[in-house]
T-cell receptor, first 113, second 117 residues
Framework: RKEVEQDPGPFNVPEGATVAFNCTYS??????FFWYRQDCRKEPKLLMS???SGNEDGRFTAQLNRASQYISLLIRDSKLSDSATYLC??????????????FGAGTRLAVHP | EAGVTQFPSHSVIEKGQTVTLRCDPI?????LYWYRRVMGKEIKFLLH????????ESGMPNNRFLAERTGGTYSTLKVQPAELEDSGVYFC???????????????FGPGTRLTVL
């Protein structure tokens, strides 16, 4: 079983749509959680961190359920520029101040006019 | 401020040859990480340096891979001899050192796309 599971998609949605991505993780020692965005042939870039209380950044809302080991990302009012692969990432922190990121395989989003 | 840089951006080599990838982290970042994405798979951790010391190399595939970070600045990842399954995109990331369990953000370089023929 993969440590971080995501629906690979692709999700094809029209501009203005609301789209939700889900992710589950298996390591209960996971300390923190992120959504990264990766454009084609580019490096992953941090989109937002995910907190238990849920957090929002403009059109993006992230949610974490530790009991279910489940993470979500909601994008409202999709723009063409949102087309990318969204990576669910969990972080396992070790004493000594370093951490290891575990990536999901990503969910591809294609927003069309 | 300059971001993480990697060189080369692309490398095409034949099976059995040697390739060396370079990563320059953000200035002042003690943590340096190498990751790899093989076609169709997720990005996977390879190893982690804190300054010049290897903190965790549990993700290194085998002894054909050698990473160094002499002086605690830039890092190199050498593959010798390269095999077909080594093809993929190799990412480097860096982060500042923290003294607690609070996570710091890792900043990724643009990656090196390696093709082994």
């Amino acid at each position: 079983r993969k440590e971080v599971e995501q629906d690979p998609g692709p999700f094809n949605v029209p501009e203005g749509a609301t789209v939700a991505f889900n992710c589950t993780y298996s390591n209960s020692a996971s300390q923190s959680f992120f959504w990264y965005r990766q454009d084609c042939r580019k490096e992953p870039k941090l989109l937002m961190s995910v907190y238990s209380s849920g957090n929002e950044d403009g059109r993006f809302t992230a949610q974490l359920n530790r009991a279910s080991q489940y993470i979500s990302l909601l994008i409202r009012d999709s723009k063409l520029s949102d087309s990318a692969t969204y990576l669910c990432v969990v972080n396992i922190a070790f004493s000594g101040g370093y951490n290891k990121l575990i990536f999901g395989a990503g969910t591809r989003l294609a927003v069309h006019p | 401020e300059a971001g993480v840089t990697q060189f080369p951006s692309h490398s095409v080599i034949e099976k059995g040859q040697t390739v060396t990838l370079r990563c320059d982290p953000i200035s002042g970042h003690d943590n340096l990480y190498w990751y790899r994405r093989v076609m169709g798979k997720e990005i996977k951790f390879l190893l982690h340096f804190v300054k010049e010391s290897k903190q965790d190399e549990s993700g290194m595939p085998n002894n054909r891979f050698l990473a160094e970070r002499t002086g605690g600045t830039y890092s190199t990842l050498k593959v010798q001899p390269a095999e077909l399954e080594d093809s993929g995109v190799y990412f480097c990331a860096s982060s500042p050192y923290v003294s607690s369990l609070v996570t710091d953000t890792q900043y990724f370089g643009p990656g090196t796309r390696l093709t082994v023929l």
